[in-house]
């Protein structure tokens, strides 16, 4: 059964750091890419970033590129997604996610959420001052 858990949300200000975690189970990082979204108050989810199982590629959207770093952790079979320089605007839930056969991360991986089966309980961050 996959099972993602993310963790390592909090508040902090303007400027900040945080590192979230996506912890996988019921498969393989190896086999498998994983995205982050993100979602806030009254917004649809949005792609934030993506790592390839195959060699570690990152792909990021423009919003959080030069910010945002995506890496894992085979042994521990953990995704991260360190956050530096945060601003209000990336006040959101952060959910990672997969699906079936997402080896690579496909050209349109940011494009929507909805083509991703399995997702994690999401970790609130606040950026606030």
């Known amino acids: 059964q996959v099972q993602l858990v993310e963790s390592g949300g909090g508040l902090v200000q303007p400027g900040g750091s945080l590192r979230l975690s996506c912890a996988a189970s019921?498969?393989?990082?190896?086999?498998?890419?994983i995205v982050w979204f993100r979602q806030a108050p009254g917004k649809e989810r949005e792609g934030v970033g993506c790592i390839s199982s195959t060699d570690g590629s990152t792909y990021y959207t423009a919003s959080v590129k030069g910010r945002f770093t995506i890496s894992r952790d085979s042994a521990k079979n953990t995704v991260y997604l360190q956050m530096n320089s945060l601003k209000p605007e990336d006040t959101a839930v952060y959910y990672c996610?997969?699906?079936?056969?997402?080896?690579?991360?496909?050209?349109?991986?940011?494009?929507?959420?909805?083509?991703?089966?399995?997702w994690g309980q999401g970790t609130q961050v606040t950026v606030s001052s």
């Open positions: 996610g997969t699906d079936w056969g997402l080896i690579t991360c496909p050209t349109g991986w940011a494009k929507d959420a909805a083509d991703y089966a399995s």
């Open positions: 019921g498969f393989t990082l190896d086999y498998r890419s």
